[in-house]
């Protein structure tokens, strides 16, 4: 470490180390292009993903054409179109747009919860004990089945609160955060504990600084790496239980599409039209796989004892 | 070793009310109405009457406990009673005849108590899932030794990347690929799951084999991706150790120091994480008996759901929560009992 001229920050140093990392680079650009699919799409393939056209329904992909020559194809409908001559592209997108938005809601309110009871919990000598037993038993709860029997349960009034999209969207965020805070709020009340200790923290005591300030100021941008890693974690997660939701029948309502949605109508019909349950899965299962493989490259460059090896 | 068993025993009594409560209160605190599929034609007064003849008439902590007694006091006598009565093991004890008619935890579907509905449905399950856990674990042992011997090779390299998609690709989409490739286009194996299917000789037998082979292979596809990731990290921590020099030093051969020395000693977390991964695969079992018509718990649960079946979905949901907090409880005491170093007293 010595010989090095320039200073580095400790940031351009992370870079370096995600930067020989190669599924996480490319997975983060794959997250970059996706998002910039789904948020840019609708400007720049305009087709109303509702608009019903039975004159060009159950339409093929155009790559169908390489082996099948007399499948019915079009340039106006590049994926194909589903049953009721809805463009698969603009459904797509249109999906996309739900499962991204409901995966990164879903994984700021969780990190927020989880922050916030592990921050508290390993701050806060009296409140350890309790905030830990509740981490321990949210843990043994049946998560699945528990996300099943409360959106089914608490679909009706929401939709009448918030309308029918906007209320499942607050129902599946927030019953996914719910759900998924444990494993956060463990590592940062670690993490929390093992800082307090530290002499910085006691510099910062003796000059007087408040609990509130030491937590913000001092705590928080040190527990930045484990946060960001579950992150990741968290957002993978997100878009896979609604996906699974939708895929059960108890997610958004049926004219609204995401991609599980998406991928549960194609399913009564994938003998004849695989493309309508590949496409969404693949969708899905890229994003996921980018997304892990993100979380992977940022725990190896945060990590400072894997780093310079 | 026996306290700390004990101990973690009598701990999970709150944790189990305490689910127990969270469920119950989120079944019956949800604004639906169980007397909404009722015609509108029969009269309030009757409706009344058909409420408290489901026991909703009565204030919540008095339908909680009654709850309690049905699942923790009435069912086990039912189940007392059956052993001792009709199953081969027990069979030759006296009838207990414990049970004697109190009011058991009915199903508002069948009209059956839900506990003969857990019974039909659990082997199912526990078949399709069990297999689906030992082959993933037989796949992924020797996947994961052989990428940490061999660190960084080409094998290493592609077993990291096929273990990200097994992370990456969930059940509900391999679930139809499979049923796609396998069942249609190459119409090797039936698409669906036969629950009635009974064995009774070889040709039956092997189209159970056939029938289970494709739930059983998205099921484990996901198990082998975990355990082997963790095997080959357990592994790795040993590899570099000094005991593992030293055996290489005396003389031993290389298989013996890998398989004997270095595995079992990597064997103590991963056999954790083995006992740990059962509840979350019971979670992927919901979707997968969904697509593949499986008639186990999962499948159960989502058609008590949709019917608005309370009880149903209480017990159901209850059950998975006894199995989560069971094979937390099998890992703890397992890693103690393996692990020499680790005391907990």
Redesign the interface.
């Known amino acids: 470490m010595t010989e090095r001229s320039a200073p580095r920050s400790r940031w351009a140093d992370v870079w370096q180390q995600f930067k020989r990392h190669r599924g996480a680079v490319f997975g983060g650009g794959f997250l970059v292009f996706i998002t910039l699919f789904v948020v840019l799409g609708p400007y720049i393939w305009t087709v109303d993903p509702q608009k019903i056209d039975i004159r060009n329904r159950d339409m093929r992909p155009i790559w169908t054409a390489l082996w099948d020559g007399s499948a019915k194809i079009g340039w106006h409908r590049p994926l194909g179109s589903d049953q009721l001559g809805r463009d698969a592209l603009a459904n797509l997108i249109e999906g996309g747009r739900a499962s991204m938005a409901v995966g990164w809601a879903a994984m700021v309110l969780s990190l927020i919860i989880g922050t916030t009871i592990g921050v508290l919990a390993g701050f806060f000598k009296r409140l350890d004990f309790w905030l830990m037993r509740l981490t321990d038993l949210a843990l043994s709860l049946p998560i699945l089945p528990l996300l099943l029997v409360a959106v089914t349960l608490f679909r009706q009034p929401l939709r009448s609160g918030f309308g029918p999209e906007m209320g499942m969207f607050v129902l599946i965020v927030g019953v996914v955060a719910i759900t998924s805070w444990m494993q956060t709020a463990r590592i940062v009340r670690g993490d929390v504990l093992a800082l307090k200790e530290r002499e910085f923290i006691l510099a910062a005591r003796s000059i007087g600084t408040t609990d509130r300030q030491i937590i913000t100021r001092h705590l928080l941008p040190n527990v930045m790496s484990p946060i960001m890693v579950s992150a990741t974690l968290g957002l993978a997660t997100a878009i896979i239980t609604e996906s699974a939701l939708s895929f059960l029948g108890v997610g958004f309502p049926s004219d609204f599409p995401t991609w599980g949605k998406l991928l549960a109508d194609g399913v009564l019909r994938m003998e004849d039209y695989p493309e309508r349950v590949l496409l969404p899965g693949i969708a899905i299962s890229l994003t996921v796989l980018s997304v892990n493989y993100l979380g992977d490259g940022l725990r190896d460059a945060l990590d400072p004892r894997i780093r310079d090896r | 070793m026996l306290t700390f068993t004990i101990r973690r025993l009598i701990l999970s009594v709150p944790?189990l009310l305490?689910?127990s409560l969270?469920?119950f209160l989120?079944?019956h605190l949800?604004?639906?109405d169980p007397m909404a599929q009722v015609p509108l034609t029969v009269p309030p007064e009757v409706k009344e009457k058909m409420r408290v003849a489901l026991g909703l008439g009565e204030p919540l902590h008095v339908q909680y406990w009654k709850w309690l007694v049905q699942f923790f006091w009435v069912e086990p006598k039912v189940l007392i009673d059956w052993l001792t009565r009709d199953s081969l093991v027990l069979g030759w004890l006296p009838d207990t005849a414990l049970y004697q008619g109190e009011l058991r935890n009915i199903s508002w579907q069948t009209r059956g108590p839900v506990m003969d509905l857990v019974v039909q449905s659990l082997p199912q399950t526990m078949w399709v899932v069990g297999m689906a856990y030992v082959v993933g674990v037989l796949i992924a042992l020797p996947i994961g030794i052989y990428s940490a011997y061999r660190q960084y090779s080409v094998f290493d390299q592609s077993g990291t990347?096929i273990t990200?998609?097994g992370?990456?690709?969930?059940p509900?989409?391999t679930g139809?690929?499979v049923?796609?490739i396998f069942a249609?286009q190459l119409g090797w194996l039936p698409s669906t799951y036969d629950t009635m299917h009974a064995v009774v000789d070889w040709d039956s037998f092997t189209v159970q084999l056939r029938q289970m082979v494709l739930p059983v292979m998205v099921l484990a596809f996901q198990t082998t991706a975990q355990i082997s990731r963790y095997m080959r990290s357990a592994m790795l921590d040993n590899l570099n150790q000094d005991y593992v020099r030293t055996a290489r030093a005396k003389g031993l051969r290389e298989f013996v120091v890998v398989m004997v020395h270095v595995l079992r000693n990597s064997m103590i977390p991963v056999i954790t994480v083995i006992a740990l991964g059962i509840?979350s695969i019971?979670?992927g079992a919901?979707?997968t008996e969904?697509?593949f018509g499986v008639n186990g718990l999962?499948y159960q649960?989502?058609i008590a759901?949709?019917a608005n079946d309370i009880p149903t979905?209480m017990t159901?949901?209850f059950i998975?929560?006894i199995?989560?907090?069971a094979f937390?409880l099998i890992a703890d005491v397992l890693y103690g009992v393996l692990d020499p170093r680790i005391r907990y007293d």
């Open positions: 944790t305490f689910i969270v469920i989120l079944l949800a604004p639906g990347f990200m998609i992370f990456s690709i969930p509900f989409f139809p690929l049923i796609v249609v509840p019971f979670g919901i979707i969904n697509v999962g649960l989502l759901l949709f979905v159901l949901t998975f929560a199995l989560i907090v937390n």
